[in-house]
């Protein structure tokens, strides 16, 4: 019965669903910023550190160094993404695959828009590592982010869509 309310209202299951990510995505960096100090971290595996850094920068820090401008500047470009790729996804006629990749990169970068906004940083816990070589701590909202990228970069690979040939065929008035 859900699901097929769902399919009737696919506006509100992509609502429903950002907002879950969002909340998942809130709720980890909440739960790893109580739990882990701030600057330490704990093995979690031998490639993977779960830690607390807090990032004022964008992906790989950059800016992080910046005399605090960043902070609005970020928040700008966030709201610029959100919104629009929102509005698309929820007024016009998207196909369903490119609306649930939306609703990664809106989840993704309202998730990082709400630490933004409220701690000025962003909050990562994940460290990926092969003995001393460490990729940038990140975060769920990232993960969404990406993923949206590659799902999107593997959809351009798809050959385009062919016209049917009663498409092509010009009608006759006879």
Known sequence: ??????????????????????????????????????????????????VHVLNTGAAFSLLADADAWQRYFFIAVGVLVVVPVSIACLTRHAEPTERWIGALVVAGGSGNLVDRIQNGAVVDFLDLHWR??????????????????????LLSLRPARRPTADASTPKSNA
Not at 17 to 46: C, N, R, Y
């Open 1 to 50: 019965m859900f699901s097929s309310w769902l399919g009737r209202h696919p506006r509100w299951a992509w609502l429903a669903f950002v907002l879950l990510l969002v909340l998942v995505d809130q709720g980890s960096k909440a739960w790893f910023a109580a739990t882990i100090p701030l600057g330490t971290g704990i093995e979690f595996t031998s490639w993977l550190n779960l």
């Open 132 to 153: 001393a070589l460490h990729w940038p701590a990140f975060n769920l909202a990232d993960v969404f982010v990406v993923s949206a990228v590659l799902a999107w970069a």
